[in-house]
């Protein structure tokens, strides 16, 4: 069974500083995708970014990037430049996408890292 | 805003009782999925649904059971409730069922209290 873990319960980091949050994961499938969501203090769920795992690029959104390693089976968060708007919860979640077969596309998600941005 | 509603925003009833849950997904989405975030399980993938037919079932416990309408929006009922279901339930919808991008967007949750 796949399985994500997230060893980092909370987490602080300066205004205008970077911040990598740590995910591992386990599965011994090839063909997957990578997500991590975001939780701010509303409690909606906000897709942050997402890795393909068939990509050897690692995916970039603005001040957001991960740093993917297939081999290791670790897909960690950079947050460039924070701001107090992200001071969320952050979770790392693990997709195989559904193939015809049985195979389901559920998100497995790790327990979470509080981020905490101070002023 | 991300098109995906549910209703109510928070729920207070007793133990014993029965609640329904309800989710509109995104224009076009056909794949519905429940979520439970709760202090000791975390958030734990409940159920799938896709255009109307069960796909994947997670740790649904047998009380609670879920359908999707022809409409594409999803009910998930929980019946004789106990204290350790008050959680944030979340539906989340995706446009198709295999490969694509397959991104799940979530609605904003209901807060189910039990008493």
């Known amino acids: 069974a796949q399985t994500v873990t997230q060893s980092q319960p909370e987490m602080s980091v300066q205004e205008a500083e970077t911040v990598t949050l740590s995910c591992t994961y386990d599965?011994?499938?090839?063909?997957?995708?990578l997500f991590w969501y975001k939780q701010p203090p509303s409690r909606q769920m906000i897709l942050v970014i997402r890795?393909?795992?068939?990509?050897?690029q690692n995916a970039t959104e603005n001040r957001f990037s991960v740093n993917f390693q297939k081999a290791a089976k670790s897909f960690s968060l950079k947050i460039s430049d924070s701001q107090l708007g992200d001071t969320a919860m952050y979770f790392c979640?693990?997709?195989?996408?559904?193939?015809?077969?049985?195979?389901?596309?559920?998100?497995?998600f790790g327990t979470g890292t509080l981020l905490a941005v101070q002023p | 805003d991300s098109g995906v509603t549910q209703t109510p925003k928070h729920l207070i009833t007793a133990t014993g009782q029965r609640v329904t849950l309800r989710c509109s997904p995104r224009?076009?989405?056909?794949?519905v999925y429940w979520y439970q975030q709760s202090l000791d399980q975390g958030l734990q993938f409940l159920i799938q649904?896709?255009?109307?037919?069960?796909?994947a079932k997670g740790n649904i416990l047998e009380r609670f059971s879920a359908q999707q309408f022809p409409d594409l929006h999803s009910e998930l009922n929980l019946s004789s409730l106990e204290l350790g279901d008050s959680a944030l339930y979340f539906c989340?919808?995706?446009?198709?069922?295999?490969?694509?991008?397959?991104?799940?967007?979530f609605g904003p949750g209901t807060r189910l209290t039990v008493l």
């Open positions: 989340a919808s995706s446009a198709s069922l295999a490969g694509g991008r397959n991104e799940q967007f």
């Open positions: 890795q393909e795992a068939y990509k050897q």
């Open positions: 979640a693990f997709m195989n996408p559904l193939n015809y077969g049985g195979a389901t596309n559920k998100l497995i």
């Open positions: 599965t011994s499938e090839n063909n997957y995708y």
């Open positions: 649904y896709y255009n109307g037919e069960e796909r």
């Open positions: 224009s076009g989405d056909l794949s």
